[in-house]
């Protein structure tokens, strides 16, 4: 059942519900008093570094830590669990020991005396490369569906049936596309890497953790310290970045603890740059083989892919159910996954996780067919949607992309610029091009508990076990307490960033800003019928009359019969209002919703003699139901249209075939998207009344899936040549020119 | 990073005591762009750090008399650029523009900037400047590394973005000390002092105890000294993989004399794609005696790369080094590039 208690006012009525303010916390951030994980300084700390394995793939025979102790300055020698003689390693960078020492330079010099024996095992790390893969015994199948529009009959063999239809289907199809596409892996590469800052207080521990997860992560602590959960707090103010690398305190944070009780001072223990990129988590790479079949008019009848995808060392990688083809459900499908085993660092969960791959290995062939047709591709796009009464897309309905789309063509002026592929006018050597892809994603509500506090000299405090991961989270509360409330969203305080607050749950999958609104809603709307009553008394009125506006409690339209803010906070008598706001995940609620759409679309210039490719304009609409803090939304899609811009043009994790490192795991040649990167950025979320009636849906994750698809297909509209892997470097852009005869 | 020995001379006489001393090993200090993220990796080790920030006469800026310009080593590359000493030397002004970063810039000195190490990968993850003699290189992932000179064990670029220019227009490096008895007025116990033509400076590593350049442990760049570019037309073109202040995939400097609308003399220098900047004869060669056009430039940057050497990975280095020495020339010549 719907709780229908609680709602949102109208778009007409609102006071503080998305309007464009600035964060609550933007000075502390912007003059350095904001304190990160990585800032955290206590007494008496011993600073800790660790030593990753050199080695890809190796067996520890033998670790002699001996040398290493008499360092000056070292303190503590602690060999991880995973490094004692006799295990194996997997993986580069993966952690053999930490050193705590009284200064950085002890405790690293510390490590270069530790004597450690490898003996090297094979490697593999080529995860592009299917036949090596299978060659090596590193390719495993990970499944697959297929479906066809036609039902086998009941005498007919159902493999043969569906190889027959195939067969059939592409017999009748007017256009068929062979096609090869893929994306490398990427780092989640947080500016500030894991880590964290702990002391032990007696038996109880006090942790400061870069994480996204405040609330879950006492536990994790608590297990692998064998301690009571209720004996741990986390601590997280701000954080430079997780992106979905960050819901752990990882090994190194608990060995962090452990080396706190043997040494009894707090530690710090945070990777370095290189460790951050090789075992902090990653982006699973995937690569596609398809061969799909379209009607006369560019409607896609059938979809026939094979697609490898590797999460490292550990397996995994981006599934085939629910993203191959992306959006896109032809009638006609048959679609298979092969895992690959590399030596390489575990994924982790990237912001959309699987969504952007799977966007750039399939919304790429849907620009090929327009290609072959000769077709505009913003076309192609529009016919493959079906209606809202028989769609052929799966998340947002056909109506919303189909607005979406026009209002980005209208923002891109995209019929003037469009030329078919290959056809554009060249200026010396540099040619432009169009693209577009769309996308989707959930964001539902999550779980999310808070304490409301309302003093009576007015003055309003909220408690939540939530964190900001950068992205505004204090601010969107403030916004929803100072609608509900009728007061300045500047004066309220928003505590945030502790285990020992109300529990909320985990930043993942887009789903703060939904648990966030839901809990506070309902704390604020219960507190000011509260003091609602106390007013109504107060002033001989119904309780049901009152309004609160402009830091006023009374009658609507009658200025006699009200009390300012803090004359009815007065009335709640000697100790503050307390309320608990609680939303469960799952719940139906008015209030929150899941469930968006995008569309963005590039405009590229490409330089056919270098393969450098820049960004010339770029154009984002994006869903997101009610938005609750406009500006800090809008900073979402833009950060992820630059984190986007990163991976289609620059990004990708380097491993060497040869040795198994990861070459580049330093931020001078993990090449990221500059300023001068990323052209001229236009934002606008399409927000009409069917969309704010939603409710709130999380933002952060889907602005940043499709990027990489729609550069990919203005980069081939272009050149009328695809470049197949992402990113789209000089060297790529050079030989796929090449190999089609066009350098 | 190794506990190490902090010195900070004032004079050039008692950095070379410093440096001289062969029961230490030294690395010289100046801006530290490089050094100390080195140093942090623990790449570099040294007993003893030299800060030559300290020094003033290797922090000036002379014009002379006869239009040398005299640049100290400890020169920063901001107060390069703003500078009017620069104007008429374009392609060095257009490689500082190229470093795209205010940091390294205003950190940054000239004489770090030349004597920077590679950026190779291999060295730089600690597998020894020539990577495990080259093999690292030559088996491994190569994308970035040499397309000339690479049948040694050195398969690294060089990475001076300045270097190039500075070669084109016929630059000179003044080094002091360790040369005594090698130098002009160099007898022995004396500050030994001498005038290399740039593009002697450097060198390509056969084995790990040598290093990029000529200068010796106990040696001291104090100068960068350029010739008046009266008469010479000149441009540097970087091909980058974006606006960052990441490395350039390949680039040229052109120096031009003229006489009228023809060629007189050319040097192009090419930077990015060998273990030291690599001089083009034949680009020269090419261009003496014609007025520049694209179908020139187009010969001459075809010229520059026809004895190329590309390893497994990095063929695509040849177009791009192409391209940049043909950039280069139209630029110097007052073209459009026709590119970005």
Sequence with gaps: MADNSYSWPKAEETSALGKRVNRIDGVEKASGRAKYTYDIQLPKQLIARALGCPHAHCKIVSI??????????????????????????????????????????????????LKIQYEMLEVFVDDANLAAAQAANRATKGGGKEQTERE????????????????????????????????????????????????????????????????????QFADGLKIAADDVEVRCEHIGGGFGSKFAPDYWGVAAAEISRATGRP??????????????????????????????????????????????????????????????????????????????????????????????????????????????????????????????????????????????AKLMDWKAKWHPHGKGAAKGSVVDGLGLAIHTWGGGANDSNCNLKIHPDGSVETFCGTQDLGVGTRTAIALVLSETLGIPYTGIKVNLGSSKLPVSGPSGGSTTIGGVSESHRRAATDALAKIGDLVAKKLGVAADTLV??????????????????KEACNLIGMRPLEVTGSFKRGTPSPLSNSTVGGVQMAHVLVDKDTGVVKINKFVAVQDMGLVVARKQAESQIYGAIIMGIASALFEQRIADRASGAFLNSELRDYKLARLGDIGDIVVEIYEPESERSRGVIGLGEPPVISPGAAISNAVANALGVRVPVLPLTPQRVLEALQKAGRA | ???????????????????????????????????????????????????????????????????????????????????????????????????????????????????????????????????????????????????????????????????????????????????????????????????????????????????????????????????????????????????????????????????????????????????????????????RGRSIDETVAEAAGQAAVADATPLSQNAYKVQLAKVAVKRAILAAAGHPTGGF
């Design chain 1, 64 to 113: 002699d830590t001996s040398v290493a102790e008499k360092v000056p300055g070292v303190v503590h020698v602690h060999v991880f669990e995973k490094a004692k003689p006799g295990s194996e390693i997997q993986w580069q960078g993966e952690l053999i020991a930490a050193i705590a020492a009284e200064s950085d330079g002890a405790a690293v010099e510390g490590l270069s005396k």
């Design chain 1, 267 to 408: 530690v710090k223990l945070m990777l370095d740059r290189d460790q951050e990129l090789k075992i902090a988590g990653n982006r699973p790479s995937a690569y596609l083989k398809v061969k799909l079949g379209a009607d006369a008019n560019g409607v896609i009848q059938v979809w026939d892919s094979e697609h490898w995808t590797s999460g490292g060392a550990t397996g995994g990688g981006v599934p085939h159910n629910g993203v191959i083809p992306y959006v896109f459900e032809p009638k006609n499908y048959r679609r298979s996954q092969i895992n690959i085993q590399t030596n390489l660092g575990p994924q982790r969960a990237w912001r959309a996780p699987n969504h952007p791959q799977a966007c750039a290995i399939t919304h790429t062939a849907i620009d090929d067919l327009a290609a072959r047709m000769g077709a505009d591709s913003m076309d192609i796009f529009l016919r493959n949607l079906g209606t809202d009464d028989a769609r052929r897309i799966g998340g947002a309905k056909p109506s919303v992309y189909r607005a979406e789309i026009e209002l980005a």
């Design chain 1, 548 to 565: 609160a506006a402009n830091s006023r409690i009374g009658v609507k339209g009658q200025p006699d019969k009200s009390l300012s803010w």
């Design chain 2, 1 to 287: 990073m190794k506990n190490f020995e902090y010195a900070a001379p004032t004079t050039e006489s008692e950095a070379l005591q410093l440096l001289g001393d062969s029961s230490v090993s030294t690395e010289i200090l100046a801006g530290g762009t490089d050094l100390v993220g080195l140093m942090k990796k623990m790449i570099v080790t040294p007993d003893r750090v030299v800060n030559i920030l300290g020094i003033p006469s290797l922090r000036t800026l002379e014009r002379r008399v006869d239009g040398q310009l005299w640049i100290g080593a400890a020169v920063t590359l901001d107060t390069l650029l703003d500078s009017p000493y620069l104007a008429g030397y374009d392609a060095v002004t257009q490689a500082i523009r190229g470093i795209n970063s205010m940091q390294f810039q205003c950190q940054g000195t000239i004489g770090g900037e030349i004597c920077q190490r590679p950026q190779c990968w291999f060295f730089r993850g600690g597998r020894g400047l020539l990577g495990e003699g080259g093999q690292a290189a030559a088996n491994g992932d190569n994308r970035y590394h040499a397309i000339f000179g690479n049948d040694g064990p050195a398969k690294f670029v060089h990475s001076s973005r300045i270097a190039p220019a500075l070669i084109a227009l016929g630059a000179a490096v003044r080094v002091i000390g360790g040369a005594a008895g090698r130098g002009p007025d160099g007898a022995d116990g004396e500050v030994g002092e001498r005038l290399v033509p740039i593009a002697e400076f450097f060198q390509t590593p056969r084995h790990e105890r040598q290093r990029e350049t000529i200068l010796a442990p106990n040696q001291l760049v104090t100068h960068i000294v350029l010739p008046s570019p009266a008469g010479i037309a000149n441009a540097t073109y970087e091909v980058r993989h974006g606006e960052g202040p990441d490395y350039p995939l390949a680039a040229a400097s052109a120096a031009l004399r003229m006489d009228g609308e023809r060629v007189a003399d050319a040097r192009i220098v090419m930077g990015q794609v060998a273990p030291t900047p690599w001089n083009t004869v034949a680009a020269a060669a090419l261009l």
């Design chain 1, 152 to 219: 086998p009959g009941d005498d007919d063999d159902e493999k043969e049936f569906v190889t027959a239809e195939f067969a059939r289907l592409f017999k009748e199809s007017k256009y068929v596309i062979d096609g090869f596409y893929g994306i490398d892996a990427i780092t989640h590469c947080c500016l500030e890497p894991h880590g964290a800052t702990v002391a032990w207080n007696g038996d109880k521990l006090l942790a400061y953790l870069s994480t996204q997860n405040v609330s879950g992560t006492d536990e």
